[in-house]
Nanobody
């Protein structure tokens, strides 16, 4: 059974930092492109950042220079370090695993709430 379990969300003041973690099980983690998406109330789910199996990263324009995605294949965990947080970063952050293949395979975590407010 595949599981993606996020942790690390919470309430933080503007300008603060949080580190999200996503622990994966049931997949050959090193083969997957891992990503973080967020969804704010009343809005569509949006890409935040991805990291491929070889470590190449991609970021949404809105988070470049503030957020860093990384992975530890031995721990089967992907991280999102979020710095200089803004109120508009408030959202549910979900972990995503994608196996590029003839028939793409995708898995989602349940999400963790991040609230940026004073």
């Amino acid at each position: 059974q595949v599981q993606l379990v996020e942790s690390g969300g919470g309430l933080v003041q503007p300008g603060g930092s949080l580190r999200l973690s996503c622990a994966a099980s049931g997949i050959i983690f090193g083969m997957y492109t891992m990503g973080w998406y967020h969804q704010a109330p009343g809005k569509e789910r949006e890409l935040v950042a991805t990291i491929t199996s070889d470590g190449s990263t991609n970021y949404a324009h809105s988070v470049k220079g503030r957020f860093t995605i990384s992975r530890d294949n031995a721990k089967k965990t992907v991280y999102l370090q979020m710095n200089s947080l803004k109120p508009e970063d408030t959202a549910v952050y979900c972990c995503h695993a994608n196996l590029p293949s003839m028939v793409p395979v995708n898995y989602w975590g349940q999400g963790t709430q991040v609230t940026v407010s004073s």
